[in-house]
């Protein structure tokens, strides 16, 4: 997957829909205390998009937060998609995680 895909809009949304047939990410996002409340993203999807932007995409934070107000994906400071980020990160951080990458309750 070419990372440029994450910024188009039709391919996201193919990508998307992949993701949500297998992992219920209101759920997640909300469990991983990565999504609690719509702050300057409005549910959970965009915030997915801004992490993987930031993670395959090769952009600094500020840069990723940039890109997502003039794509119209979110508006959030690059402070708090790092604490969000973080907050994921060390939920999952505590699960079990088999061989194929996917963590368990």
């Keep these: 997957m070419k990372s440029t895909t994450l910024y188009e809009g039709s391919s996201w949304a193919e990508i998307l829909s992949r993701l949500s047939a297998d992992i219920d990410l209101d759920a ?4 991983s205390k990565a999504f609690i409340r719509p702050r300057g993203v409005r549910d959970p999807a965009p915030l997915l998009r801004l992490a993987l932007a930031y993670a395959v995409g090769g952009m600094s934070l500020r840069r990723t937060v940039a890109w997502a ?3 119209g994906v979110a508006q959030i400071s690059d402070v ?4 969000r980020l973080r ?3 060390e939920k999952h951080a505590e699960k079990p995680v088999d061989n194929a990458g996917l963590c368990h309750h």
């Excluded at 997640?28 to 469990?31: F, G, H, L, S």
């Design 28 to 31: 997640t996002a909300r469990e």
């Design 69 to 71: 107000e003039a794509a």
């Design 80 to 83: 708090l998609l790092l604490d």
């Design 87 to 89: 907050n994921a990160k």
